[in-house]
C-alpha cells in the first residue's frame, strides 16, 4: 500500500460543520468480508486519488436489512431500514454511493417509501461520472489487452437496469471485454441472491455458482470482472470448484482500475 | 322450414356466448377474490406496455423462431377471424356471403385471398409448433410440471387451429360460387382441384359442412378458452396493462409492518394506549400468503394469464441446477388452487366453506419457495409481464412471519442482523476496522 487510506465519518465531518460531497455506503460485506474489504480499500484508494469529499457511516451504519427482506422477514427489514433512514437524515444525507448492487438496490428503491429519498449510485456509475469529469483516469496497465468478462449483478442489471457503466470502465482499461452466453438482460445470477448468500441450496443436480462459472469459462476469459461482493464470492468459489484460480481471475471493477494505476 | 337453419345457428350461437359470459363472470370474481392493489398510477406508460407487449408481442420475438411462428399465428388468427363477422351475419339473415352484397368483388377477393394466404401461414405454423413440442421436444415443454392435462391442452389448442384452418380452405374450395368469382381464391382454388370429380350437390354438401364445423368450432374453441392457457389471448391485454412499472428489484414494503415499526421506533407512542377507533381493521388478519386469497388481484390475474410456455423456468438458474423451484409452478398451483377454490364457493351457495388445503404445501412446497435467488431472471423472461417472483415473497412472508418457518442457516442470519446490524456475528463497533487493517 502507497499510502495510508483516509476514510473519515460522517461524525467527523458534522463536528467540523461539513457536508461530503457523497456519502459511501460500505455494506455488511464490505466491511467484514475478507474478500469484500479488498474492494472497499480498492474503491476508497479511487476516491482518495481522484479527491473526492466523501465520508463513511463507520460503526453507525447497519445492514441495510436486504436479505431479511428476501428472507421473507419484512418486520426486520423495516426496523433495519428505519434505522438507517434516522440516522442518514440526521446527517442531511443527500447522494450515496455504494460498491454492493443490494445495498444500492434497497437503498434506491425501498429506502424512499419509508421516509430515506437519495440520490444513490452503484460505484461504477459513480466512477464513470468521475472518469466523464475529468477527476479520474483510467489506464490499461497490466490489464491492456487482457480478455475480460463482466458478471452482471441481477441487483443491478435487471433489477435497475444498470448494464453500461461497468462495461465502459473494462474498455476504458484498454481490455478485450467478451460476453458470456447470458449476459445483461439475459444475465444468469451467480446463486447469491435472496438471501441464498446464507444457506445451503437445495437438492439439485449442480450449484448456480458453478453454472455460471462455467458459462464464463466457455468464453476463455482471462479476468471475470464482478460488481457485487456477494457475486465476486459465488465466482471465486465457482472457479475454485472448477480448479481454475491460477488461470483465471476474479476482480471488481474498481480493484481492475486500482490495479491497474498500482494504487 | 325454411328458417330451420337460421333459428338452429342463433340458437347455437346464444348458448355458445352465454356460457362464454358465464365463464368470464366467474373468472372475474376469482380474481377478485385477490386482495386489492393500487395498479392506477401512470396511465401512459400502461397503455404503452399493453401496445408493445401485448398488442406488438414486443417480448416474444426475444426468442426468434418461436417468436416470429408466434406473431404469425397471432396476426393470422386475428385477422381471419374477421371472417367470422360475414359467418354470423349469414347465419343469422341466411345469406350467402354477404360480404359481396356490400364490397366490391375486388376488396372482397383480397380480403379472402389475405385470409387464406394467413390461413396457409397458420397451419404451417402450427405444424411447426406441433414438432416442436411433440418430436423435437423442447426441453422447456417437457418439464416435471407439465404433467399429462397441460401437455394435452397445448396440443388440442394446435389441433383446433389446424382443423380451423383447414375447414376455412374448405369451405372456400368447395363453393362453386365464390371459385366463379376467381376473385380471391389464391390458395383454395388449388384445393378445388381435388374436388374436380364431384357433383355440384356433393360440392354443396361439403361446403355447407365445413362452413358449419368451422363456425361451430370456433364457438366451442372460444369456450374452451377459460379452461385452458389459451385464455392468455384475452387475458395478456389487461396483465400487460397492470403489470408491475417499478424497477424489478424494488419489492413492496407491507404497510401494516410499516405502521407497527413506526410506533414501536416512535419514543412518544404509549404501548398501552387504547387503539384508535377503527385501527383494529387495519391490522391484517396474517402477513403473506398461504392461499390464493391471501395475493392481491393482479397476481391472481397474472395466474390465469399465464400461457404455460416455460420460458421463465427455462432462464430460471435454480431449475437450470436441479432444483424443485418452476416459476411457471408457481403459477400453473397458483390458478389451479384458484379454480379449485372458486368451484368451493360455486358448490357452497358463494361461500368459501374450508377445505382443509391451501395454496402452501398442498400446491407449492417449502423446498421449492426457499430455491429462490429473487433474481427476476422469470419475470423478466415471461413475454406477458407476469411476476412469480411476487408470489415467492408472499409465500416466505407468511412462512416468516406467521409461521417461524425459515431454514435454520436464514434464522442465524436474521439473528445476527438483528444483534450486530450483519448477517454475520460481527460486532458493529468493528464496522470501521478495514480502515486499518
Ligand atoms: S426470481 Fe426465483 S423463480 Fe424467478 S428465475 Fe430467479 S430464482 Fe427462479
Ligand atoms: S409465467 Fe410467463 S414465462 Fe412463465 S410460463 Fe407463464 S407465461 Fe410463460
Same mark, same amino acid.
Not at chain 2, 362452413?211 to 396483465?239: D, E, Q, R
Given at each position: 500500500?502507497?499510502?495510508?487510506? /483516509?476514510?473519515?465519518?460522517?461524525?467527523?465531518?458534522?463536528?467540523?460543520?461539513?457536508?461530503?460531497?457523497?456519502?459511501?455506503?460500505?455494506?455488511?460485506?464490505?466491511?467484514?468480508?475478507?474478500?469484500? /474489504?479488498?474492494?472497499?480499500?480498492?474503491?476508497?484508494?479511487?476516491?482518495?486519488?481522484?479527491?473526492?469529499?466523501?465520508?463513511?457511516?463507520?460503526?453507525?451504519?447497519?445492514?441495510?436489512?436486504?436479505?431479511?427482506?428476501?428472507?421473507?422477514?419484512?418486520?426486520?427489514?423495516?426496523?433495519?431500514?428505519?434505522?438507517?433512514?434516522?440516522?442518514?437524515?440526521?446527517?442531511?444525507?443527500?447522494?450515496?454511493?455504494?460498491?454492493?448492487?443490494?445495498?444500492?438496490?434497497?437503498?434506491?428503491?425501498?429506502?424512499?417509501?419509508?421516509?430515506?429519498?437519495?440520490?444513490?449510485?452503484?460505484?461504477?456509475?459513480?466512477?464513470?461520472?468521475?472518469?466523464?469529469?475529468?477527476?479520474?483516469?483510467?489506464?490499461?496497465?497490466?490489464?491492456?489487452?487482457?480478455?475480460?468478462?463482466?458478471?452482471?449483478?441481477?441487483?443491478?442489471?435487471?433489477?435497475?437496469?444498470?448494464?453500461?457503466?461497468?462495461?465502459?470502465?473494462?474498455?476504458?482499461?484498454?481490455?478485450?471485454?467478451?460476453?458470456?452466453?447470458?449476459?445483461?438482460?439475459?444475465?444468469?445470477?451467480?446463486?447469491?441472491?435472496?438471501?441464498?448468500?446464507?444457506?445451503?441450496?437445495? /437438492?439439485?443436480?449442480?450449484?448456480?455458482?458453478?453454472?455460471?462459472?462455467?458459462?464464463?469459462?466457455?468464453?476463455?476469459?482471462?479476468?471475470?470482472?464482478?460488481?457485487?461482493?456477494?457475486?465476486?464470492?459465488?465466482?471465486?468459489?465457482?472457479?475454485?470448484?472448477?480448479? /481454475?484460480?491460477?488461470?483465471?481471475?476474479?476482480?471488481?471493477?474498481?480493484?481492475?482500475?486500482?490495479?491497474?494505476?498500482?494504487? | 322450414?325454411?328458417?330451420?337453419?337460421?333459428?338452429?345457428?342463433?340458437?347455437?350461437?346464444?348458448?355458445?356466448?352465454?356460457?362464454?359470459?358465464?365463464?368470464?363472470?366467474?373468472?372475474?370474481?376469482?380474481?377478485?377474490?385477490?386482495?386489492?392493489?393500487?395498479?392506477?398510477?401512470?396511465?401512459?406508460?400502461?397503455?404503452?406496455?399493453?401496445?408493445?407487449?401485448?398488442?406488438?408481442?414486443?417480448?416474444?420475438?426475444?426468442?426468434?423462431?418461436?417468436?416470429?411462428?408466434?406473431?404469425?399465428?397471432?396476426?393470422?388468427?386475428?385477422?381471419? #377471424?374477421?371472417?367470422?363477422? $360475414?359467418?354470423?351475419?349469414?347465419?343469422?339473415?341466411?345469406?350467402?356471403?354477404?360480404?359481396?352484397?356490400?364490397?366490391?368483388?375486388?376488396?372482397?377477393?383480397?380480403?379472402?385471398?389475405?385470409?387464406?394466404?394467413?390461413?396457409?401461414?397458420?397451419?404451417?405454423?402450427?405444424?411447426?409448433?406441433?414438432?416442436?413440442?411433440?418430436?423435437?421436444?423442447?426441453?422447456?415443454?417437457?418439464?416435471?410440471?407439465?404433467?399429462?392435462?397441460?401437455?394435452?391442452?397445448? #396440443?388440442?389448442?394446435?389441433?383446433?387451429?389446424?382443423?380451423?384452418?383447414?375447414?376455412?380452405?374448405?369451405?372456400?374450395?368447395?363453393?362453386?360460387?365464390? &371459385?366463379?368469382?376467381?376473385?380471391?381464391?389464391?390458395?383454395?382454388?388449388?384445393?378445388?382441384?381435388?374436388?374436380?370429380?364431384?357433383?355440384?350437390?356433393?360440392?354443396?354438401?361439403? $361446403?355447407?359442412?365445413?362452413?358449419?364445423?368451422?363456425?361451430?368450432?370456433?364457438?366451442?374453441?372460444?369456450?374452451?378458452?377459460?379452461?385452458?392457457?389459451?385464455?392468455?389471448?384475452?387475458?395478456?391485454?389487461?396483465?400487460?396493462?397492470?403489470?408491475?412499472?417499478?424497477?424489478?428489484?424494488?419489492?413492496?414494503?407491507? +404497510?401494516?409492518?410499516?405502521?407497527?415499526?413506526?410506533?414501536?421506533?416512535?419514543?412518544?407512542?404509549?404501548?398501552?394506549?387504547?387503539? =384508535?377507533?377503527?385501527?383494529? +381493521?387495519?391490522?391484517? =388478519?396474517?402477513?403473506?400468503?398461504?392461499?390464493?386469497?391471501?395475493?392481491?388481484?393482479?397476481?391472481?390475474?397474472?395466474?390465469?394469464?399465464?400461457? =404455460?410456455?416455460?420460458?421463465?423456468?427455462? +432462464?430460471?438458474?435454480?431449475?437450470?441446477?436441479?432444483?424443485?423451484?418452476?416459476?411457471?409452478?408457481?403459477?400453473?398451483?397458483?390458478?389451479?388452487?384458484?379454480?379449485?377454490?372458486?368451484?368451493?364457493?360455486?358448490?357452497?351457495?358463494?361461500?368459501?366453506?374450508?377445505?382443509?388445503? &391451501?395454496?402452501?404445501?398442498?400446491?407449492?412446497?417449502?423446498? $421449492?419457495?426457499?430455491?429462490?435467488?429473487?433474481?427476476?431472471?422469470?419475470?423478466?423472461?415471461?413475454?406477458?409481464?407476469?411476476?412469480?417472483?411476487?408470489?415467492?415473497?408472499?409465500?416466505?412472508?407468511?412462512?416468516?412471519? =406467521?409461521?417461524?418457518?425459515?431454514?435454520?442457516?436464514?434464522?442465524?442470519?436474521?439473528?445476527?442482523?438483528?444483534?450486530?446490524?450483519?448477517?454475520?456475528?460481527?460486532?458493529?463497533?468493528?464496522?470501521?476496522?478495514?480502515?486499518?487493517?
Amino acid at each position: 500500500m502507497s499510502e495510508t487510506l /483516509k476514510v473519515p465519518t460522517m461524525a467527523e465531518y458534522m463536528a467540523q460543520g461539513k457536508q461530503p460531497e457523497v456519502l459511501f455506503w460500505v455494506g455488511c460485506a464490505g466491511s467484514f468480508d475478507d474478500r469484500a /474489504k479488498k474492494i472497499t480499500k480498492a474503491f476508497v484508494k479511487l476516491l482518495n486519488n481522484a479527491n473526492v469529499d466523501f465520508a463513511v457511516l463507520g460503526t453507525e451504519e447497519s445492514c441495510t436489512g436486504d436479505p431479511a427482506k428476501r428472507a421473507g422477514n419484512e418486520f426486520l427489514f423495516q426496523m433495519q431500514a428505519v434505522t438507517n433512514i434516522e440516522v442518514l437524515n440526521a446527517y442531511e444525507v443527500k447522494k450515496i454511493v455504494t460498491a454492493c448492487p443490494h445495498c444500492f438496490n434497497t437503498i434506491k428503491n425501498e429506502y424512499p417509501g419509508l421516509g430515506g429519498t437519495y440520490e444513490v449510485m452503484h460505484h461504477t456509475q459513480f466512477l464513470k461520472t468521475l472518469l466523464d469529469e475529468g477527476r479520474l483516469t483510467i489506464q490499461g496497465g497490466k490489464f491492456k489487452g487482457k480478455r475480460i468478462t463482466f458478471h452482471d449483478p441481477c441487483y443491478l442489471g435487471r433489477a435497475n437496469n444498470v448494464y453500461q457503466a461497468p462495461r465502459d470502465l473494462i474498455q476504458k482499461l484498454e481490455a478485450e471485454l467478451v460476453e458470456m452466453k447470458n449476459c445483461r438482460k439475459n444475465g444468469l445470477c451467480c446463486g447469491a441472491g435472496g438471501a441464498q448468500m446464507f444457506k445451503d441450496a437445495e /437438492k439439485g443436480d449442480k450449484e448456480v455458482n458453478v453454472e455460471r462459472t462455467e458459462q464464463a469459462l466457455n468464453i476463455k476469459p482471462e479476468i471475470i470482472a464482478a460488481g457485487c461482493p456477494f457475486c465476486n464470492t459465488m465466482m471465486t468459489d465457482g472457479v475454485k470448484a472448477k480448479e /481454475k484460480e491460477s488461470d483465471v481471475d476474479v476482480m471488481d471493477i474498481a480493484e481492475l482500475i486500482a490495479n491497474a494505476q498500482d494504487l | 322450414m325454411q328458417y330451420l337453419p337460421n333459428i338452429l345457428f342463433a340458437i347455437i350461437l346464444i348458448v355458445a356466448i352465454g356460457y362464454f359470459a358465464k365463464n368470464v363472470k366467474s373468472l372475474i370474481r376469482n380474481i377478485k377474490l385477490g386482495k386489492d392493489t393500487d395498479v392506477s398510477d401512470n396511465k401512459p406508460q400502461r397503455w404503452k406496455n399493453m401496445i408493445m407487449i401485448a398488442l406488438g408481442q414486443s417480448k416474444m420475438v426475444r426468442r426468434p423462431v418461436s417468436g416470429i411462428l408466434h406473431v404469425i399465428v397471432y396476426v393470422g388468427f386475428i385477422i381471419i #377471424n374477421m371472417e367470422v363477422l $360475414e359467418i354470423i351475419l349469414d347465419g343469422l339473415f341466411g345469406t350467402h356471403r354477404v360480404g359481396l352484397r356490400v364490397l366490391p368483388i375486388s376488396v372482397y377477393g383480397f380480403l379472402i385471398g389475405t385470409f387464406e394466404i394467413l390461413a396457409c401461414l397458420v397451419f404451417v405454423s402450427v405444424i411447426i409448433f406441433w414438432i416442436r413440442r411433440n418430436i423435437i421436444k423442447l426441453a422447456r415443454f417437457w418439464k416435471s410440471e407439465m404433467t399429462s392435462w397441460p401437455k394435452n391442452d397445448g #396440443n388440442f389448442i394446435l389441433y383446433f387451429e389446424m382443423v380451423l384452418m383447414s375447414l376455412f380452405l374448405i369451405m372456400n374450395a368447395a363453393d362453386l360460387q365464390f &371459385q366463379a368469382l376467381d376473385s380471391g381464391n389464391i390458395i383454395s382454388k388449388h384445393i378445388a382441384l381435388w374436388f374436380s370429380g364431384f357433383s355440384d350437390s356433393a360440392l354443396h354438401t361439403i $361446403e355447407r359442412g365445413a362452413w358449419w364445423l368451422h363456425i361451430i368450432g370456433i364457438l366451442t374453441f372460444l369456450n374452451y378458452l377459460y379452461f385452458s392457457k389459451h385464455l392468455h389471448i384475452l387475458l395478456a391485454f389487461p396483465n400487460t396493462f397492470y403489470g408491475n412499472l417499478k424497477p424489478k428489484g424494488q419489492m413492496t414494503n407491507v +404497510e401494516a409492518v410499516t405502521k407497527e415499526v413506526m410506533m414501536m421506533m416512535d419514543p412518544n407512542a404509549d404501548p398501552f394506549a387504547a387503539p =384508535e377507533e377503527g385501527a383494529e +381493521e387495519d391490522v391484517p =388478519e396474517k402477513f403473506g400468503a398461504s392461499d390464493v386469497q391471501d395475493l392481491n388481484w393482479v397476481q391472481l390475474l397474472n395466474a390465469y394469464t399465464c400461457t =404455460e410456455c416455460g420460458r421463465c423456468t427455462s +432462464e430460471c438458474p435454480a431449475n437450470q441446477t436441479g432444483k424443485k423451484l418452476s416459476p411457471r409452478k408457481i403459477m400453473m398451483d397458483t390458478r389451479d388452487r384458484l379454480e379449485e377454490v372458486g368451484k368451493n364457493i360455486d358448490a357452497n351457495k358463494g361461500e368459501f366453506k374450508e377445505d382443509g388445503k &391451501q395454496l402452501l404445501n398442498d400446491y407449492i412446497s417449502t423446498e $421449492e419457495l426457499w430455491a429462490c435467488t429473487s433474481c427476476n431472471a422469470c419475470v423478466e423472461a415471461c413475454p406477458v409481464s407476469i411476476d412469480p417472483l411476487s408470489i415467492i415473497l408472499e409465500m416466505r412472508r407468511y412462512l416468516v412471519m =406467521e409461521q417461524s418457518a425459515a431454514p435454520t442457516e436464514l434464522n442465524n442470519m436474521m439473528t445476527n442482523i438483528e444483534n450486530n446490524g450483519a448477517p454475520w456475528p460481527y460486532n458493529q463497533m468493528d464496522r470501521l476496522n478495514w480502515k486499518n487493517e
